[in-house]
Nanobody, 120 residues
Framework: QVRVVESGGGLVQPGGSLRLSCAAS????????MGWYRQAPGKQRELVASITSASTNYADNVKGRFTITRDNNKNTLDLQMNSLELEDTAVYYC???????????????WGQGTQVTVSS
């Protein structure tokens, strides 16, 4: 089993910054992808940013404002969010796609989510 835990959410004014962190633990052989997603009230969950060994991907509406970083040794993922806007308000979820052995199937896990509220 894999445990995915997010932290770092909170209340911030427009234009402010927050840093989210995610840690994955368990009997993991490898992590193929780590990513941040968010879900605002009444909306579908959407990709914010994701990272693999080959590439980093950002949603258009966060490019230039958010930066995703990964520590492969610690199985952690951070999201630095700058110039936050009201529209960034959402529950932010961390997703990991792991393998439990070499050549094994990919399995996806989600964290419980952390609330980010941008408000004046």
């Amino acid at each position: 089993q894999v445990r995915v835990v997010e932290s770092g959410g909170g209340l911030v004014q427009p234009g402010g910054s927050l840093r989210l962190s995610c840690a994955a633990s368990g009997s993991i052989f490898s992590i193929d992808l780590m990513g941040w997603y968010r879900q605002a009230p009444g909306k579908q969950r959407e990709l914010v940013a994701s990272i693999t060994s080959a590439s980093t991907n950002y949603a258009d509406n966060v490019k230039g404002r958010f930066t995703i970083t990964r520590d492969n040794n610690k199985n952690t993922l951070d999201l630095q969010m700058n110039s936050l806007e009201l529209e960034d308000t959402a529950v932010y979820y961390c997703k990991v796609i792991v393998r439990f052995n070499s050549g094994g199937v990919q399995v996806q896990y989600w964290g419980q989510g952390t609330q980010v509220t941008v408000s004046s």
